[in-house]
């Protein structure tokens, strides 16, 4: 199995209030040598957790205690510029398991359901909302429901729809990559290639 399934998660969220995040604030260039995908949440958002001497930054979320969850909520357009699969799996490796925002670069999006992150897209409005929730309860959860294609806001029951292909919800549910949805239809394919006609 290439991630866990995901079907419903219910989590706190960290707030990244910041509009245009690109791939190479998410994960510097200079840690993109390894090839495995381990060991990049430690190098999540680097430069602006870390002063040049490796202390954390006090003012920057991920360092703040009161702040926690599989959610990670960021501003319009989140995930532009390159196109490294790494800034996935640095968000992958850190714990968050769900993206939201108003907007994603398409590339960031598609590198996110490969491995098993869910960006789910709301409206500006529905956005606001959640940082809202988010400001006046740290605490604040939220539901995502894969299956129903829903977030909801749980202290006041606020919901919004969202998109996804179904090929890739298929796979999230199942916790399945492309390769592990053709190893599920292993017989299938057996089947058809001795049903064919050469």
Not at 47 to 56: C, L
Not at 81 to 103: K, L, N, Q
Request: some cysteine; proline content about 4%; aromatic content about 14%.
């Amino acid at each position: 199995m290439a991630y866990d399934k995901f079907t419903l998660l219910r989590s706190t969220a960290v707030p990244l209030p910041i509009e245009n995040v690109d791939t190479d604030q998410i994960i510097p260039a200079r840690f993109l040598k390894a090839t495995k995908r381990e060991g990049f949440g430690d190098n999540l958002f680097r430069d602006w957790r870390y002063n040049g001497d490796n202390t954390p930054k006090a003012d920057f979320v991920l360092n703040n205690p009161i702040y926690k969850g599989k959610i990670l909520v960021g501003g319009h357009n989140f995930g532009s510029g390159s196109s490294r699969e790494h800034a996935a799996w640095a968000i992958y490796d850190y714990g968050f398991r769900c993206v939201v925002s108003s907007f994603f670069a398409d590339i960031f999006k598609g590198n996110s359901l490969n491995i098993g992150i869910l960006p789910v897209q709301v409206s500006p409005e529905f956005l606001d909302q959640i940082f809202q929730a988010i400001e006046a309860d740290p605490d604040a959860e939220f539901e995502v429901n894969l299956e129903k294609q829903k977030i909801t806001i749980v202290s006041t029951g606020e919901s919004e729809s969202f998109d996804i292909n179904g090929y890739k919800k298929h796979n999230m549910m199942n916790g399945f990559d492309d390769i592990d949805y053709l190893q599920a239809m292993k017989v299938e394919i057996k089947q058809f290639e001795a049903e064919r006609i050469y």
